[in-house]
T-cell receptor, first 115, second 111 residues
Framework: DQQVKQNSPSLSVQEGRISILNCDYT??????FLWYKKYPAEGPTFLIS???IKDKNEDGRFTVFLNKSAKHLSLHIVPSQPGDSAVYFC??????????????WGLGTSLGVNP | KAGVTQTPRYLIKTRGQQVTLSCSPI?????VSWYQQTPGQGLQFLFE???????NKGNFPGRFSGRQFSNSRSEMNVSTLELGDSALYLC??????????FGPGTRLTVL
């Protein structure tokens, strides 16, 4: 049961254009969402997050949008650069059966930015 | 502030052996989570420790175990290694199940 879904395994964009990575979730109790970037053979790097009380958060070239009614968030990268080529993971904070917080991860989207 | 460190970075073992991986979290972080990543797979959650207690657990067999020490350092142990255990093992620390910061990982190869 995948509670956080990244339906596009891969995405290819041209340098300078916008990259849009999407993430859907099923649990309306998730209260915090994060995006990570991962290069091969390295640990993921935190990019940007958003609380469920907001609908937008921006940090430089990265903006995350949250649509709670649709249970959907997206990461926009503008302008895209070749160095942005990586796997992007979406994560959501929920609770386990013991009411402890836990992060639930999507399977990732591989972004390729072509020069 | 130093980041998350993992040792060793690379490890080669044979089937049936056991292995222990170590993770030192960012200073002040009390939560340590472990993940397995295999080629083409996402991050498979193993377990999370907080203040020396296992707080969350993924769906891995009992051969995978962990512990956390009073200084928040954590170890992960895999017994009776199988070929399918070959993976990148990632450790992440956080203050408390919020933003996680990852180490570089340990690349385990089982022959």
């Amino acid at each position: 049961d995948q509670q956080v879904k990244q339906n596009s395994p891969s995405l290819s964009v041209q340098e300078g254009r916008i990259s849009i990575l999407n993430c859907d979730y099923t649990n309306s109790m998730f209260d915090y969402f994060l995006w990570y970037k991962k290069y091969p053979a390295e640990g993921p790097t935190f990019l940007i997050s958003i609380s469920s009380i907001k609908d937008k958060n921006e940090d430089g070239r990265f903006t995350v949008f949250l649509n709670k009614s649709a249970k959907h968030l997206s990461l926009h990268i503008v302008p895209s650069q070749p160095g942005d080529s990586a796997v992007y993971f979406c994560a959501a904070r929920g609770f386990n059966a013991g009411n402890n917080r836990k992060l639930i991860w999507g399977l990732g989207t591989s972004l390729g930015v072509n020069p | 502030k130093a980041g998350v460190t993992q040792t060793p970075r690379y490890l080669i073992k044979t089937r049936g052996q056991q292995v222990t991986l170590s993770c030192s979290p960012i200073s002040g972080h009390r939560s340590v989570s472990w993940y397995q990543q295999t080629p083409g797979q996402g991050l498979q959650f193993l377990f999370e420790y907080f203040s020396e207690t296992q707080r969350n657990k993924g769906n891995f067999p009992g051969r995978f175990s962990g512990r956390q020490f009073s200084n928040s350092r954590s170890e992960m142990n895999v017994s009776t290694l199988e070929l399918g255990d070959s993976a990148l093992y990632l450790c992440a620390s956080s203050i408390s199940s919020d933003t996680q910061y990852f180490g570089p990982g340990t690349r385990l190869t089982v022959l």
